[in-house]
């Protein structure tokens, strides 16, 4: 076109156009220079001569929040002007309005915020005010058609952008048929422009076969030409492929630079993937105080899978002990967002006591949210604090819920438990039949508890020989699957515990078994049989050790036949000094006859100094048991003020404890006492075996 036609084309236009042209000059120098409400008097005498352009920068300046009051209410209606006149740029960002709704104007004046405080300052005329400088109201009401309507007019005049979200629109089928074949066509119209986000969107039509065939090679072709732009999810989308050699090579130093590429926009998938790369140094070197950076820059943007990295790495340790504080930190964190397997963990955290401090009531807070998103081993464990009333208000009906939730998700414990109640009646209806099926069910899983608890329960129900049978047949199998446990109930029952011929020659084996396990029951049982001359396995020094280990495993029992050993020389050395240690260990746990027999030796000096006074202690706590020849012991004491503070009613209460439970001394002590008042009596007690 030569320029005399160009200048005969432009005095064929009408003269307000030729103006307007003129005028839009001045406005932009004033909006240049932040002038803007010189620039909107300007745009407005251009928009009252029909200039679209004008119309469009006016609703940009609603929408920016410049020289007027922002609101995008009062931004589309100045759009929609320019969009009626063709204004690409103008449909666009009409179309985004419409496609998005908005409830109230951006930027630090909102309408809302404006209308309280005017309304605190000027009362009922705040409405009336409100409306004349929000005439068009504060929000756009979300209209997927009209966007359709208006991004489909901006697309068409060519703007990348439009032509982009008009794809995602026909993929996605909004306010339209879905359409991929249409979908395709725009991307490629945008693509073709080479607009990033649009070449990015052809990558992800290739590699999820949207209306084509999977193809990642190109989807890696698209991927490319977008993150060669610097497109952060182009960059991260083909790092994935490159690091799994999708489509193209394995590549991971390629895959690693992408991703680095990406987190320098903060990106948190990008910053998550190259904190694992330097993690395990796959791709880039390994690099654990940057990994560390990477990971937790992602986590403080609330990416779930970064802090779920974090909290195991600081709960595994690197090259540094774990740090099980900054660990408990991040794990809760992620399960305040959710994760199932954090909640477990971070109740377990306050159960414990590890890297927090203990807090029941959070344990059972954290194991109850956690079993309601279906952990299994949560729900038995917030059933067991409801069953003791740990953390929570006892409650036998949630524990038997959530034992229930736990057993269908394969918890042979829970199952166990269950069983348990059911036969005992323990806070619901006692009913066999349900204890069998949930303890037989635990029993099938193989699991070597499960078949000692079944085994138990059949053989406390009156067991006929077939269930006799079957109980010797699972605590064989648990047995020999290595359950102490199981060994040490199949030795009782070769003992008789169940009825039936004892056989200790054939229970030794097993309570051996279970015994050298480190099972304390059965070290006792078998340093009793070991004691006993007629069990045909008798043999001092056997018994010596096998109470020894007992003993020393805190079996109150154990304690006190070690203590007689040492009293009596059986089996060990004479020696009185290690009799009344073991005597008193026994006596701590409130084993009565060693409280009595402990009282003997102090106030005798055997085996310690003699020290009365302690003696008389421990036979008031042997007396305070039910114990009658330590009520006897206490009444003399009482009687003769010996040990104690002379209290000769407190001395006849206790021969009277004694006396009901028909003690001949203290029946002859009170007949003394009622033939002469002022007798008194010496301590006449004999330790007990």
């Not at 991929?180 to 725009?186: E, G, I, S």
């Not at 409280?595 to 085996?607: F, W």
Request: contains cysteine; aromatic residues 10%.
């Amino acid at each position: 076109m030569t320029a005399l036609t160009r200048s005969l084309l432009q005095w064929l236009r009408p003269a307000s156009h030729r103006s307007d042209e003129r005028r839009l000059g001045p406005a932009e120098a004033a909006f240049e220079r932040g002038h803007y409400l010189e620039a909107l008097k300007l745009w407005k005498r251009a928009s009252q001569n029909g200039n679209a352009e004008a119309d469009y920068r006016i609703g940009m300046l609603y929408a920016k929040n410049l020289g007027v009051a922002g609101s995008i209410p009062d931004a589309a209606v100045w759009y929609e002007r320019a969009a009626q006149r063709g204004h690409a740029e103008a449909q666009y960002q009409l179309g985004l309005i419409y496609l998005y709704g908005v409830n109230a104007s951006l930027g630090p004046n909102r309408p809302e915020i404006w209308r309280q405080s005017s309304a605190a300052r000027l009362g009922d005329t705040a409405s009336n005010v409100h409306h004349l400088i929000f005439p068009h109201g504060t929000s756009v009401v979300k209209d997927i058609c009209a966007a359709f309507r208006w991004i489909s007019a901006a697309a068409e005049a060519g703007k990348a952008d439009a032509q982009t979200i008009l794809g995602n629109l026909y993929s996605e089928g909004q306010g339209c048929t879905k359409d991929f074949a249409a979908a395709l066509r725009w991307y490629q119209a945008a693509a073709n422009q080479k607009f990033a986000p649009a070449e990015f969107a052809l990558g992800d039509v290739y590699y999820q076969g949207r209306g084509v065939l999977v193809d990642f090679a190109q989807a890696a072709i698209w991927y490319g030409k977008a993150a060669a732009q610097d497109h952060v999810r182009a960059q991260i989308g083909l790092a994935f492929m490159t690091l799994k050699g999708m489509g193209l090579p394995e590549n991971p130093t390629e895959a690693a630079r992408l991703f680095q590429s990406a987190a320098t926009h903060d990106d948190p998938i990008a910053l998550y993937n190259i904190g694992l790369l330097r993690l395990s140094g796959k791709g880039v070197a390994k690099d654990l105080d940057r990994a560390e950076t990477a990971l937790r820059k992602a986590a403080r943007k609330d990416y779930l899978p970064a802090i779920q990295a974090l909290a195991e790495f600081y709960s595994n340790g690197a090259v540094a002990e774990p740090d099980l504080r900054e660990a408990a930190v991040w794990y809760e964190k992620a399960a305040e967002r959710g994760d199932v397997r954090a909640q477990f963990f971070v109740g377990r955290f306050y159960a414990t006591g590890v890297g927090v401090s203990p807090n029941i009531r959070q344990a059972a807070k954290w194991f109850e949210r956690a079993a309601e998103n279906g952990h299994a081993t949560a729900a038995f464990n917030v059933a067991i604090f409801y069953l003791n009333g740990s953390g929570v208000q006892r409650n036998v009906e949630a524990a038997i819920k959530w034992f229930e939730r736990a057993a269908d998700g394969g918890i042979s414990a829970a199952q166990v438990q269950l069983g348990k109640l059911y036969s005992t009646g323990a806070g619901v209806p006692k009913d066999q039949e349900m204890a069998s099926e949930w303890l037989s069910r635990a029993a099938g899983s193989g699991d070597p508890d499960a078949k000692t608890a079944y085994a138990l329960f059949l053989l406390h129900q009156n067991a006929s020989d077939d269930d006799v049978a079957r109980a010797h047949s699972l605590l064989g199998e648990a047995a020999e699957a290595g359950h102490p446990p199981a060994a040490f109930q199949l030795g009782a029952l070769k003992m008789g515990k169940f009825g039936g011929t004892a056989d200790m020659l054939g229970a030794t084996p097993w309570l051996t078994r279970a015994a050298d396990a480190g099972h304390v029951e059965a070290q006792y049982m078998l340093g009793l049989l070991h004691l006993d001359s007629k069990s045909g396995v008798g043999n001092a020094q056997a018994a010596s050790s096998w109470m020894t280990k007992a003993a020393r495993a805190g079996h109150a029992a154990a304690q006190f036949e070690l203590a007689v050993m040492y009293c009596t020389g059986y089996g060990v050395g004479l020696d009185l000094a290690e009799g009344v240690n073991w005597y008193e260990a026994a006596a701590e746990q409130g084993h009565t006859v060693a409280q009595y027999n402990l009282a003997v030796m102090l106030g005798r000096g055997q085996g310690r100094e003699a020290d009365v006074t302690t003696a008389t202690e421990w036979f008031q706590r042997a007396a305070e048991r039910g114990m009658a020849e330590a009520q006897v012991a206490l009444g003399d004491a009482l009687m003769s003020g010996r040990g104690t503070a002379q209290d000769r009613d407190a001395a006849v209460n206790w021969y009277q404890y004694a006396a009901r439970q028909r003690n001949e001394g203290a029946v002859r002590r009170l007949q003394s006492i009622g033939a002469t008042s002022d007798g008194t009596f010496t301590l006449e007690t004999e330790a007990l075996r």
